[in-house]
């Protein structure tokens, strides 16, 4: 059975950082593209940066770039999202999820692409 857990989510000022991991279970994630999207109250679901399976190449929401970092550790199975200078526009509802295709700049960020979801974590970002 596959299975996503996030964890790491929380109140946070602005400015400072945060670990989101999404952990595996029922698969073997290097085999699969990993994506982090976010949900905030009364928006839709958006794409903020996937990891594809193999060589691991990596997609980043121009909103993000520079200040997220998606990496995978292949021995604990498990996504990690590094969030820095957080702003409160990065206030919402994160969701890893996972699916077996291949990975493009051209899908990576559509929901649709992905079978597999886990359950969220809330990020607030507040003084």
């Known amino acids: 059975q596959v299975q996503l857990v996030e964890s790491g989510g929380g109140l946070v000022q602005p400015g400072g950082s945060l670990r989101l991991s999404c952990a595996a279970s029922g698969f073997t994630l290097r085999n699969y593209a990993i994506g982090w999207f976010r949900q905030a109250p009364g928006k839709e679901r958006e794409g903020v940066s996937a990891?594809?399976?193999?060589?691991?190449?990596?997609f980043y929401a121009g909103s993000v770039k520079g200040r997220f970092t998606i990496s995978r550790d292949n021995a604990k199975n498990t996504v990690y999202l590094q969030m820095n200078s957080l702003k409160p526009e990065d206030t919402a509802v994160y969701y890893c999820?996972?699916?077996?295709?291949?990975?493009?700049?051209?899908?990576?960020?559509?929901?649709?692409?992905?079978?597999?979801w886990g359950q969220g974590t809330q990020v607030t970002v507040s003084s």
């Open positions: 999820a996972a699916d077996p295709r291949v990975l493009y700049s051209s899908n990576w960020y559509a929901d649709h692409v992905y079978n597999y």
């Open positions: 990891i594809s399976s193999g060589d691991g190449t990596t």
